[in-house]
């Protein structure tokens, strides 16, 4: 694996971010993280059988091939994992559920070098002091390149708690999801409640909010209620694809 050092890295979570980027005002290679993390299983003690497990889920449920998935997918985590020491990593990452799983693997494939590395994180910016859930979507080339100017630097200690959020999830072990999220981060004031958001989850609270919305909006109408999700649940960050497989789930 070739390894380039001394070079600045902007990492997406997900294509959408791409279209707005502004690539004109800021140096630097881009990869693109395109993965659903939260969703579906993430069993394999080797990567290997990781990303074989997840282009069968992939294709089952998105329907996109394997040969695609290996192509697009898995070439730009290998493109993380081969980051050099001296380089800086830029994460454009938002603070829902759905980016922070993405999130927490992608730092998990940089613990080699984290020590060696400059690392920050570029965020939407907050609304009366709380995420606006809309994240990224709502900006454009100028918002975002403003939003850059504002990134936060991660230390050692942050990356090694995304390090751990990830082995957590991906064990699911609800006890060491419980002590991290005791631990407190200037950085990620958020992350006890997108914790207490996937332990719930467990619980079907997805799923529940999903029945009342049906039930007080007396609708079926799944542009109404994929909408009033969001709007009361923006923590878990699911698109139309998760929140439709929940609604089938509980039909």
């Not at 998105?62 to 993380?80: L, R």
Request: aromatic content about 12%.
């Amino acid at each position: 694996m070739i390894s380039v050092k001394n070079k600045t890295f902007h990492i997406l979570n997900g294509d959408a971010l791409l279209d707005n980027f502004p690539s004109e005002l800021l140096t630097g290679e881009i990869i693109i993280a395109r993965e659903c993390l939260v969703d579906g299983p993430i069993d394999g003690t080797t990567p290997e059988k990781f990303w074989k497990t997840r282009a069968g889920f992939i294709q089952e449920t998105y329907g996109e091939e394997k040969e695609v998935y290996f192509g697009e997918v898995v070439t730009e985590f290998d493109k993380i994992k081969a980051i050099a020491a001296d380089s800086e990593v830029n994460f454009w990452f938002e603070d829902d559920l759905f980016c922070q799983v993405n999130f927490w693997f992608c730092v998990s494939l940089l613990m080699p070098v984290a020590h060696a590395i400059k690392v920050f994180v570029i965020k939407p910016p907050l609304i009366d002091q709380q995420p606006d859930w809309r994240g990224f979507g709502p900006m454009d080339r100028h918002t975002l390149a403003e939003a850059y100017l504002h990134k936060q630097e991660l230390s050692l200690a942050d990356l090694s708690l995304l390090a751990n959020l990830w082995d957590a999830y991906k064990t699911d072990n609800r006890e060491k999801f419980a002590e991290l999220a005791l631990i407190k981060s200037e950085n990620f004031p958020f992350l006890s409640q997108v914790i207490q958001a996937q332990l719930e989850r467990k619980d079907n609270r997805p799923e529940s909010v999903l029945k009342q919305i049906m039930k007080e909006k007396e609708t079926t109408d799944f542009k109404t209620i994929f909408q009033e999700f969001g709007r009361r649940e923006g923590i878990y960050g699911f698109g139309d694809w998760q929140v439709e497989k929940l609604l089938e789930k509980i039909k």
